[in-house]
């Protein structure tokens, strides 16, 4: 996860493979001799080996894949898992594309520019994707990370190093910490951030009817200390509902307000862009200077890639960018961690041109498609809806819970219970601060719960209700 201006990478190697491999000279790719431990199977028995925390004994590569292998059945079926918001499923040809990259460590452009320079094609189509100001490769400023949690840390200690330069630079009290304002749904990486970096975050609670960020009262907030308001395209985590960034951000301008604005688009970062292209939330609002995307969300990729982008260089404070060149060419590093795998950007480049914007849009119209399909039976089994309409105010996510008026014998977390024994993780959770009383569930419809699916899943909570009504008491 380094920072990547267009200058840093460093040119393709021209006809390389040859140069290193001249006339008949073939590498081998495996390792052999003594290196290689032996493939004999071992005398004493799986079980018996695990018995001890780190092995005496060693097994045959069979032995270690049939052991672990039965041992990961314990695990639920991903495709099953309507909790997560990662993706679950990618086509065998990027899969293979995967396995080919593991071992290529991603921080290291000299030896792999190829992949240096699909990190920089990627970082050019999200840029263009957010309407970035700059038409100049060149000055695109961002980076790929190991998912928007990594993203949203380099975020706020950027904004925190330009907050503390306002401060100096101007009249105001110099000692106590800056704050961040943010709706109390937000997702624990940001207390995660806030007490990490020493920030103080000014939350603006939900209520009974509103389940996301209130503009007037997230600016009201603002003071001398304040360094930015986060506003959540995620949607967000409980009920997929985007915040109304376009309105915070004109109250910031009619107040006079020197406030930047960072955009959480986690998930809403590949669904808004294709379903309401229109709807104005990235670079296009002037007050708005970095986002955070998640690729293994609806970015389709599997887990452990998302990216951040700044508006511009300006908002990278040069003190946070580090400079280094052993690894055999100078290139700048604004980073948490070093070394990394390079196989999840080059998956999320395959998505770009395997799918373009026909292929995303295709893909979220029928994930949409299966998520109003899904509201709407769950409606006609009485629960209420409390999440907003797929797509167009918010990501393809069903929060429902229990109509209260029908005094049902079990709550929420019976019934997500229930459900675990047929297969399927429901999560049920209470609502944020403002509103914890709310008992809610959440299904987050992906690219592989397909229509099919989604029926079989109806009959399930159906039977899952019927069971549990059955009962004279919550357990």
Not at 81 to 107: C, D, H, Q, R
Not at 121 to 130: D, F, G, H, S, V
Not at 140 to 150: K, L, Q, R, V
Not at 156 to 178: H, T, Y
Request: charged share 25%.
């Amino acid at each position: 996860m380094s920072l990547k201006l267009y200058s840093d990478y460093p040119r393709p190697a021209t006809n390389r493979s040859k140069e290193l491999d001249p006339g008949n000279v073939r590498f081998n790719h495996g390792i052999s001799g003594s290196q290689e431990v032996p493939a004999k199977p071992s005398s004493v028995s799986p079980p018996a080996l695990l018995s001890k925390p780190f092995p005496e004994d060693y097994m045959s590569s069979k032995q270690a894949y049939e052991l672990l292998h039965r041992e990961l059945t314990q695990d639920s079926k991903p495709q099953f898992n309507l909790a997560t918001f990662g993706t679950t499923y990618m086509e065998p040809e990027v899969e293979k594309l995967i396995t080919e990259s593991l071992p290529k460590n991603f921080i290291d452009p000299r030896a792999y520019p190829a992949t240096a320079n699909i990190e920089r094609k990627c970082l050019q189509i999200l840029a263009n994707m957010y309407h970035l100001p700059t038409k100049d490769p060149r000055d695109i400023a961002g980076a790929s990370t190991i998912g928007s949690s990594e993203a949203i840390m380099m975020a706020v200690l950027a904004m925190k190093s330009n907050w503390i330069k306002r401060q100096e630079a101007s009249s105001s009290d110099k000692s106590g910490r800056p704050n961040l304002i943010i709706s109390s749904v937000a997702q624990v990486c940001w207390k995660k951030a806030a007490r990490y970096f020493d920030v103080d975050l000014q939350y603006v609670p939900c209520s009974e009817d509103r389940y996301v960020l209130d503009p007037v009262k997230a600016v009201d907030l603002v003071n001398e200390r304040t360094m930015g308001i986060c506003c959540i395209l995620s949607g967000t985590t409980y009920t997929g509902e985007y915040e109304d960034v376009k309105k915070v951000n004109t109250l910031l301008i009619q107040r006079g307000l020197d406030i930047p604005i960072h955009v959480d688009s986690a998930s809403g970062g590949f669904v808004a862009p294709f379903v309401v292209p229109d709807c104005e939330w990235d670079f296009r609002l002037e007050k708005v200077v970095s986002i955070n995307v998640s690729g293994h969300k609806y970015g389709h990729v599997y887990p452990g890639i998302g990216w951040a982008l700044w508006r511009s260089v300006d908002y990278l404070p040069k003190d946070l960018v580090f400079h280094l060149s052993y690894l055999g060419t100078p290139q700048a590093s604004f980073t948490l961690n070093f070394s990394r795998g390079s196989s999840h950007v080059i998956a999320q480049y395959y998505q770009f041109i395997r799918l373009g914007n026909a292929g995303y849009t295709h893909i979220l119209t029928e994930i949409i498609k299966v998520s109003r399909h899904l509201t709407a039976a769950l409606q006609d089994q009485g629960f209420l809806i409390l999440s907003r309409k797929s797509g167009t105010q918010g990501i393809p996510l069903v929060a429902f819970q229990l109509d209260p008026a029908r005094k049902h014998n079990f709550n929420e977390f019976a019934l997500s219970d229930e459900l675990e024994k047929r297969g399927w993780l429901v999560p049920a959770y209470h609502m944020a601060e403002g509103a914890r009383h709310i008992k809610l569930l959440r299904v987050v419809c992906r690219r592989d719960f397909s229509m099919a699916l989604c029926e079989r899943f109806v009959r399930d909570v159906r039977g899952s209700v019927r069971k549990l009504e059955r009962r004279k008491s919550v357990n």
